[in-house]
Structure formats: structure tokens, C-alpha cells
């Protein structure tokens, strides 16, 4: 018996998609330093993450970046990632590499400007038709840097107008998730910067429209637990960028940072009923290895999320229930702290064992001669996206 037992069910059904953008070499605006082994196709990057999967059984989807991502056969790369075990995930729009793009995309003052922005979500939508895709994301990098630069008012007015037009193009299943950053590239203003703004055009969109939050996208202290239990009470959390920050939108490992704040957000997601795949909420990674090597930091970073998962899953939620009702301050809190504290560990790595995995899939990738091998066959490794 290990704590695992209670909530294995539970466990079960956690399923974390992976980005292909983080198997690319990236870094800042400093330095982006080669990574050996880095893909130097999409499909390489495919079967990098059905690495991950076959070590953890946890991702076994990877989202892709367009035009990052770009191929002539989405098809193909469908079948390609099946042949993998994997499937393609969530399509990532990119309207912030394009010097049309200067003073924003679908919110620009130029219909022109907007219209394109508007045609390459809708390239995204046919991809998505090809690949079986339910999600479009979209991310702005629309703002402006100084007071007076732009009429942030109408900017909003055209944005909705922009979002209705890609959302009439969504077929049956597929939905947009708009996904929000308080500041950068624009530091004055962003024109989706919070979960209130992107929650109001979802509203406004309909039920296929959805707030998608990135852990990083925050100001230092917010209380992010609270915007996923809003956001999950109103129906409307759509998907998860997880990953973690010191500073700004570091996009470090998820859990390395602040494996307190994973717990809490994870303890809201269980609480919400967010971990059953009928929810619709998507658990996705968006994260970049700067440093260290890429399989090993999504391997890192899915059993990361899991690990809080479980503990999340181990929160006495009868006795919690029973401590706040009475005014238990303290009861609470270290019934909340129990949870966190327990090192859920050793029975996770029984649970792997009891399904053909590996106990330790860090050490077993180590073992597997699997970087080795594509250290020595790839040579010219892609960055990931940004400068690109
Ligand atoms: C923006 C962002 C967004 C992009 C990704 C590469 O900071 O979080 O999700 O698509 O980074
Ligand atoms: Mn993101
Ligand atoms: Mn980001």
C-alpha cells in the first residue's frame, strides 16, 4: 500500500500536453545557445515528446506553433505522430513575427493589418481541420508603449470584431482559447492583458470561446488559485500554459519555481473537477529549456505536474470542509499543509511500475542511449521560434 492507492483512479486521467517549441533551442534576447540533439524537423520534435510519453504516460500530445511548425502535409504529420503514439494538440497562432504587426494584429487600426491577422487564424483553422486539432489558441502581442499611442477603446471594439470572425469559422468541435499577459512586448498597455478581458470577449464570442491562462502571465503576488477557481466555476477555463517564473514570463520548468503554487493551483483544478477530461480544461506546458537539455526538462516538468497532482488529490477535503466551516484557521491551513508535505514519490513510482513504466524515467532515459544517439545524428538543431 502507498498513499497512491486512494486517488490512483483519479491519477489516472491526467493527461498533459506538451509544446513542440520546447524541444528547439531558445534562450533571451542575450544569447540562445545550441542544445546537442535539438530537432531539426517538426517530426523530429514529435518524436522527442513520444519520448517523454513512453518514459511517463503522461503527455501524449504535443501542441504545435504555426507558422513555427509549418509543413506541407498535415495529414502526414498526423499519421507520423499516431506511428508515435501521439497525437497533435492545441494549434498556436502567431501574429507577433511580422512586421505588418508592429502596432498589433487583430486589434490594428488598418483593416488590412487586421485581415491578415484574421486569414492566418484562419490557416490555423484548416490545420486544425487536417490534424483533428480541437484548439485554437490565440495569443496578442498587441499593445502600446506610450500613453496617447494608441485609442486603447477602439482597439478593444475591433479586437471583439476581429475574434468574431475567427470564431464563425470554428467548426462543431473546435473551440478558440484566448490567452492573456499582463505586459510585453507592449509595456504600457496590452490589449488583452488579464482573465477579466479575456473572459469578456469569450463571454461576448459564445460557449466556444475560452480563457486560456498561462502561469507566467502575471503580476508578481497575484493569486492565481483564485483566478482558476473563478474561471472553472464560470465555465470558462479552457486551457493551462504551465510553467514558472521568478521575474517575468520566464517560462522555466513548471514547479521549479514555486512547487507551493503548482500544489495550489492543482488543489483548485481537483477541487473544480478539472482533472476529468470532460471538463475541457487542457493542461498544457508552454515552456522553453534555455540551459539544460529538452527531453530531460519535460520529463522533469510532466512529472512535476503530477507530483503536485497527487498531492493535490491527497487533501482530506471532508475534514477540510469541516475545519473552515468551523472557523478553524489553523485546522485548515495544516490540513492544506499535510497534503502539500506528503512526498508522494515512492508511490508514484509504484504506480509506474504497476503500468509498465519506469520507476525513474530521468534515470531510464539516461539509460535508454537516446541522446546519444541524436546527438551524434542531428547536427544543425532549430531554434525554437522567437527571432527565428
Ligand atoms: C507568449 C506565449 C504564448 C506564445 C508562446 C510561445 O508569451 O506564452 O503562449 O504562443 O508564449
Ligand atoms: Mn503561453
Ligand atoms: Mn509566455
Not at 137 to 159: C, E, F, H, V
Not at 281 to 291: E, F, R, S, T
Not at 305 to 322: G, N, P, S, W
Request: a negative charge.
Amino acid at each position: 500500500m502507498t498513499v497512491i492507492d486512494d486517488i490512483a483512479a483519479e491519477l489516472d486521467q491526467l493527461a498533459i500536453e506538451v509544446p513542440s517549441w520546447a524541444y528547439g533551442n531558445s534562450g533571451t534576447r542575450f544569447k540562445v545557445f545550441a542544445t546537442p540533439g535539438t530537432p531539426r524537423t517538426v517530426e523530429e520534435k514529435i518524436a522527442d515528446a513520444a519520448m517523454v510519453n513512453k518514459l511517463t504516460g503522461l503527455a501524449p500530445s504535443v501542441a504545435l506553433h504555426i507558422p513555427w511548425d509549418k509543413v506541407d502535409d498535415y495529414g502526414n504529420l498526423a499519421s507520423f505522430a499516431g506511428e508515435h503514439g501521439m497525437k497533435l494538440g492545441t494549434i498556436n497562432s502567431n501574429t507577433f513575427q511580422d512586421d505588418d504587426y508592429k502596432f498589433g494584429s487583430l486589434t490594428h487600426s488598418d483593416a488590412a493589418v487586421r485581415n491578415k491577422a484574421i486569414d492566418h487564424m484562419y490557416e490555423c483553422i484548416e490545420v486544425m481541420n487536417v490534424t483533428g486539432s480541437r484548439d485554437l489558441k490565440i495569443w496578442l502581442a498587441d499593445g502600446s508603449n506610450y500613453p496617447g499611442q494608441a485609442d486603447m477603446r477602439s482597439r478593444q471594439d475591433w479586437l471583439q470584431d476581429s475574434l468574431r470572425k475567427v470564431y464563425d469559422r470554428l467548426g462543431e468541435d473546435q473551440r478558440l482559447v484566448l490567452e492573456y499577459k499582463f505586459f510585453e512586448p507592449a509595456f504600457y498597455h496590452t490589449d488583452v492583458p488579464d482573465w477579466g478581458t479575456s473572459y469578456a470577449h469569450c463571454l461576448q464570442l459564445g460557449e466556444k470561446a475560452l480563457v486560456c491562462l498561462d502561469t507566467g502571465h502575471h503580476a508578481p503576488g497575484t493569486n492565481i488559485e483564485f483566478i482558476v477557481a473563478q474561471l472553472i466555476r464560470l465555465g470558462k477555463l479552457g486551457s493551462f500554459d504551465f510553467n514558472s517564473r521568478f521575474y517575468a514570463d520566464d517560462d522555466l520548468i513548471v514547479g521549479a519555481a514555486d512547487p507551493f503554487q503548482l500544489f495550489r493551483i492543482m488543489a483548485e483544478v481537483v477541487r473544480g473537477g478539472g482533472l476529468d477530461p470532460s471538463s475541457g480544461i487542457a493542461l498544457m506546458l508552454d515552456q522553453c529549456h534555455n540551459l539544460e537539455e529538452k527531453i530531460p526538462g519535460q520529463i522533469r516538468s510532466v512529472l512535476n505536474v503530477q507530483e503536485m497532482t497527487a498531492r493535490a488529490l491527497l487533501i482530506d477535503r471532508a475534514a477540510l470542509t469541516a475545519a473552515q466551516e468551523s472557523g478553524d484557521v489553523l485546522g485548515a491551513n495544516a490540513i492544506l499543509m499535510d497534503a502539500f508535505y506528503t512526498d508522494v514519490r515512492p508511490g508514484l513510482a509504484q504506480w509506474r511500475e504497476s503500468k509498465g513504466l519506469p520507476a525513474d524515467p530521468l534515470a531510464e532515459y539516461r539509460a535508454s542511449g537516446y541522446q546519444d544517439r541524436i546527438n551524434s545524428e542531428r547536427q544543425g538543431g532549430q531554434q525554437a521560434g522567437w527571432g527565428a
